[in-house]
């Protein structure tokens, strides 16, 4: 070997080292891993989620995902968490709802976001909901999510009631259950038409409107003698 042939090829080392892509921040490898399950779970429901099919669809081999996510239960639940957050940010802030009735109908807007930027999610939700049928980790978690949303919901018809702009015998929390569920069958229609979704959305907005709203006044003019 040449005087100083083992330097040039230290140099040439570093040189390919520092040209190697950077290793995937586990962070961002798990997001990638739950996502994929996420459309997989989208696309072929819960019985169709293979384990291997994520790896496949991640670029990776079943170790790897494994390393991540030991269990298919485990993606599962990280598939859960990953919901949770998107449902717990509201799309129709923008309208700054100041009256009762206006936070309902941001309540309906917000759907009708969602179901036109994301509509997997309806879909996904769906399928987990039954899969928490038959898993108390997953209906846990869910139960968690549901509370927060019905306590949201009870907050605005009990300052509807105080308005005056709602019925003063609404039962709040029977009327939140209610909206609960009706906005929770939408997904057992499956992937029907965004637009037949739509138009059962603004029917559910207009019925529910009808369904808390205080009778109106009127006053009678007597007739002049």
């Known amino acids: 070997m040449k005087k100083g042939e083992r330097s040039t090829h230290s140099q040439r080392d570093k040189v390919s ?8 921040p586990k962070k961002d490898r798990a997001s990638d891993i739950v ?10 429901g819960m019985e169709g989620l293979r384990t291997r099919d994520v790896a496949l669809k991640v670029g990776i081999n079943s170790a790897t995902l494994h390393y991540y996510f030991p269990t298919k239960e485990g993606l599962v639940q990280g598939v859960v968490e990953h919901l949770m957050h998107e449902l717990m940010t509201n799309r129709a802030q923008s309208a700054n709802p100041k009256s009762a009735l206006e936070h309902l109908r941001a309540e309906f807007s917000d759907v009708r976001l969602r179901l036109k930027q994301s509509p997997d999610q309806l879909v996904v939700l769906t399928e987990l909901a039954v899969r928490a049928w ?20 009870v907050s605005i018809m009990e300052m509807g009631v105080a308005e005056g702009t709602f019925r003063s015998d609404l039962n709040t929390g029977s009327t ?46 007597g007739k002049r003698r």
């Open 35 to 44: 996502l994929a399950a996420y459309a997989l779970i989208a696309d072929k």
């Open 176 to 221: 939140a259950d209610l909206l609960m569920s009706q906005l929770r069958g939408l997904g057992f229609h499956g992937k029907v038409d965004a637009e037949k979704l739509d138009d059962i959305l603004t029917n559910l907005g207009l019925e529910m409107e009808h369904w808390v709203m205080a009778p109106r006044v009127t006053r009678t003019v």
């Open 134 to 153: 038959r898993d108390p980790i997953i209906a846990q978690m869910l139960k968690h999510l549901d509370k927060g949303r019905r306590s949201h919901l």
């Open 17 to 24: 080292e520092d040209k190697r892509p950077a290793a995937t």
